[in-house]
């Protein structure tokens, strides 16, 4: 856990580092100068006290033998004055105190520890020992004339020797503050030197930490030269580098984002456990589930199987071989079981390092409407191909039906018959005519107008429903015909007809053995346009009607719901057909399932435009 006392700034650290470190240098220095400068002045003590009892007990000696008693009180007196003597006495060898330095001497007594210390004395030694509290006394024997006439004693004052290491103490701590102080000062100077270049650096780097795009705080000012200035200088030269890689790195991001924003495919990453880290929209689109409910989604819970399952096995291929899959198609089922898609799938591995792939990356190609394409265009291929051989069988039939009509046409006028036998060559003659029209409107079918002509519309809707005729009577379906014998219209006759046979045709598909079919014409005008003369068209029928859902779609290309019988082209096409010759269709239908009887009628409006162009290519309305 870090110290909360201790400073956080180098200047400051570097100066409470720096005062700690000498003041516990200075106490370790006093404390050893202490105890060394104690034991001299002990020493010295001792050296005085000796010095002092021997001084002393001379003076005494020589008072003794000069007859001079006074003296000897006048020495204790004048060594009992000594700075640095406590006590002097001088006493008899029994231990009896004759004289003192301080009070009355008849008072004064040896302690019994100075009383101990009287068979130890030596003659002319002196005697230096310590007893209670520390206290220093040093003692020795007078002689005079050979005979033992007392003892010196002197006490030493222990004040003084502590105002010696008091004196040494204090000129210690005084020699140490001017020293912490002024190296103080020349440490705070020495560390504002380092740590302004520092404090600079640091804001630096929190500037870059609070906005790494910003550049307005560097580079940053080099006001130094050494290690630090060095240091400031790679630092400015770091954060230029990084700016221009952040640079070229928003700009590959950038790229890489509008690429996948806006690729006209669709893109999908998966990490290890196919879950989808990123999706763009068109592989959002394509399945019908929102962009932010793809990530952190495993396929299972977003596509059908089996594509789930192929395409998660495809996409733990690659983190396990580490190799790309490409064209890999995918069929499923859209909300529509009519309605399937195929997609073209490419996947590839995304490696961050050399050494591992992170994820895997899916590329999807939406080929349903190719898939459809080419489906109808070999259903167009057949049936065009049907339509030929058609052609050319009604063509081939021409010759010999000519033959059998010539032949029955001479029983009939250059033969004596009977009657049964002339009613049978009467009857034989009129399928041999419906064969004849039914070549004839095979061929009409395939040798479309390339001009546009004046066409009896009574004639082109009887050939659409005579060509229908079989369909209609297995069917039992009764058809209601209302339209004038002379009206026309000023169209591409065979492109008209191909219209009409499309809507009776899907009428007839719709309806249930003995249902209503009804085909209708009549000079009318456009429904926005009054001004507009044209010819108005009825198809209906009471068939299974269509929901709102299928009627939306119509006129979508291959959009069937004939399943394997439809192509889906017919109204396409229809539609095509209408607005190149400038008309609109009206649409309304119900299902049974509306409680109502059910059916579908077609109302189309073709204007009777003489100025009617070949290559029209104007883009009308179909309106439901």
């Known amino acids: 856990m870090p110290m909360r006392w201790w400073p956080r700034s180098i200047r400051w650290q570097m100066l409470a580092g720096l005062v700690l470190l000498e003041t516990l240098s200075l106490l370790l220095f006093a404390f050893l100068l202490i105890r060394e400068q104690g034991r001299a002045v002990h020493g010295r003590a001792l050296q005085r006290l000796d010095h002092q009892a021997t001084s002393m007990a001379m003076q005494a000696r020589e008072a003794l033998l000069q007859n001079r008693p006074e003296w000897v009180g ?3 007196k004048m060594m009992g004055a000594a700075p640095s003597v406590g006590s002097a006495k ?4 029994a231990g009896n105190v004759l004289y003192a330095s301080t009070g009355r001497s008849d008072q004064a007594s040896l302690d019994p520890a100075e009383r101990a210390q009287i068979p130890l004395m030596v003659q002319d030694q002196p005697r230096v020992f310590s007893f209670d509290h520390g206290r220093l006394e040093g003692a020795r024997p007078i002689y005079a004339g050979g005979m033992l006439r007392g003892y010196v004693w002197v006490e030493s004052d222990r004040s003084w020797d502590r105002v010696q290491l008091e004196t040494v103490f204090h000129a210690t701590l005084v020699f140490g503050a001017i020293w912490v102080i002024a190296s103080a000062l020349l440490v705070s100077f020495m560390a504002r030197s380092i740590s302004q270049p520092l404090a600079v650096l640091h804001r630096g780097t929190r500037a870059l930490m609070r906005s790494p795009e910003s550049a307005g705080n560097f580079p940053l000012p080099v006001s130094i030269h050494n290690e630090i200035g060095d240091l400031m200088e790679a630092f400015n030269r770091m954060v230029a580098s990084i700016q221009e890689q952040r640079a070229g790195l928003n700009d590959t991001l950038s790229l890489l984002d509008s690429m996948l924003a806006n690729a006209p495919i669709g893109l999908a990453f998966f990490d290890r456990r196919c879950r989808f880290v990123r999706v763009n929209q068109v592989f959002a689109d394509m399945t019908k589930i929102p ?4 990530l952190g989604r495993t396929l299972p819970e977003l596509l059908p199987q089996p594509v789930a399952q192929q395409l998660e096995d495809t996409v733990q291929g690659v983190f396990l071989r580490e190799d790309p899959v490409r064209n890999l198609e995918l069929t499923g089922e859209g909300p529509n079981p009519s309605r399937c898609w195929t997609w073209l799938a490419s996947a590839y ?10 994820w895997v990356g899916v590329i999807v190609l939406d080929a349903s409407d190719r898939k459809r394409n080419e489906e109808a265009l070999r259903k167009t291929e057949k049936l065009a191909a049907t339509g030929r051989l058609a052609a050319s069988i009604a063509h081939e039939i021409n010759n010999p039906l000519e033959a059998i009509t010539n032949l029955l046409f001479l029983m009939h006028n250059f033969c004596q018959l009977d009657e049964a036998t002339l009613n049978y060559v009467v009857m034989a003659e009129h399928e041999a005519r419906r064969i004849a029209e039914i070549t004839q409107q095979t061929l009409r079918f395939y040798r479309q107008s390339t001009l546009p002509v004046r066409a009896n519309m009574s004639d082109l809707l009887d050939s659409v429903l005579s060509l229908y005729q079989g369909r209609l009577s297995n069917l039992n379906i009764r058809v209601e015909k209302k339209y004038d014998a002379a009206m026309d219209l000023f169209c591409f006759a065979g492109e008209v007809r191909q219209v009409f046979a499309n809507l009776v ?10 249902g209503r079919l009804v085909v209708r014409a009549r000079r009318s005008r456009d429904w926005k346009a009054p001004a507009t003369i044209g010819v108005r068209f009825t198809v209906a029928d009471t068939g299974v009607g269509m929901s709102p859902e299928v009627r939306a779609r119509i006129f979508e290309a291959f959009f069937t719901t004939k399943e394997v019988t439809g192509t889906g082209l017919g109204l396409w096409v229809s539609q095509e057909i209408i607005v190149k010759h400038r008309g609109m269709v009206h649409l ?3 299902t049974a399932s509306s409680g109502k009887l059910s059916g579908t009628v077609f109302q189309i409006f073709f204007p009777d435009d003489g100025d009617l162009k070949p290559a029209a290519s104007e883009t009308a309305s179909a309106e439901v």
């Open 74 to 76: 006048l020495s204790v």
């Open 90 to 93: 001088i006493t008899d060898p």
């Open 291 to 294: 962009l932010s409910r793809h």
């Open 349 to 358: 591995p995304v490696r961050t390092n050399p050494h591992q792939v992170r």
């Open 505 to 514: 045709g899907n009428a007839i598909d719709a309806t249930a053995d003995g």
């Open 588 to 590: 309304r239908s119900r």
